[in-house]
């Protein structure tokens, strides 16, 4: 008899996975980090560069803005958020960095690198526009190179060539807010 409900227990099983192959398959899953801002709506204090930087700067903001999610990124003078775009003798392209805890009282700076940049870019307007729209992607609570086959900004690849978030950008995003 206890042997029959283990079996029991083991068909019921059975069926369940059974069930599960056949329903409709789930939502996309985000790829979240905690790091990110509390809203997809957020700014950054107004930043002024030369002609060189700032307009793929811009451009950057205005990807993501022009994306089918929540995000809303402007510029604000008294923003706690900052952008610092100048030379570190360190290998990476750009660095976010959070600090408070994950609500109003979240903030965060954004470094881009100049030496790396300017080292590395084969498409100027496209490596400055790519760096800074993956730094922003932290703020929207994106994660650095997601385990996906598909394309991402958040992914260290591309880096001359994807400017703009991509399908699965879009749909983490929207997931998460």
């Known amino acids: 008899m206890r042997k ?16 599960g192959v056949q ?5 996309a899953h985000a790829t979240y980090w905690s790091g990110g801002m509390p809203s997809a709506s957020f700014s950054i204090r107004t930043f002024s560069y030369n002609s060189t ?10 990807n993501w803005n022009g994306t089918p999610t929540p995000a809303a990124i402007g510029t604000l003078s008294n923003s706690p958020n900052t952008l610092s775009v100048t030379s570190y003798a360190d290998t990476w392209y750009g660095l976010y960095t959070s600090t408070g805890s994950r609500n109003s ?4 700076s954004i470094k881009l690198n100049t030496t790396t940049i300017v080292r590395d870019a084969t498409n ?3 490596m400055v526009t790519r760096v800074f729209g993956h730094e922003l992607g932290h ?3 994106l994660v650095d190179n997601p385990s996906t086959s598909a394309a991402s900004i958040m992914k260290y690849e591309s880096w001359n060539t994807l ?6 950008d879009i749909d983490d995003v929207n997931a998460i807010y």
């Not at 329903?23 to 939502?27: D, E, S």
Request: hydrophobic letters at 45%; zero cysteines.
């Open 163 to 168: 400017v703009k978030p991509t399908t699965y």
């Open 4 to 19: 029959n409900g283990r079996l029991g227990l083991l068909a019921a099983l059975v069926t369940v996975a059974g069930v």
């Open 105 to 108: 009282s979240r903030t965060f």
């Open 53 to 62: 930087w700032q307009t793929p700067l811009t451009a950057a903001i205005s």
């Open 23 to 27: 329903t409709a398959p789930q939502a």
């Open 124 to 126: 100027w307007n496209n």
């Open 139 to 141: 703020g929207l609570s």
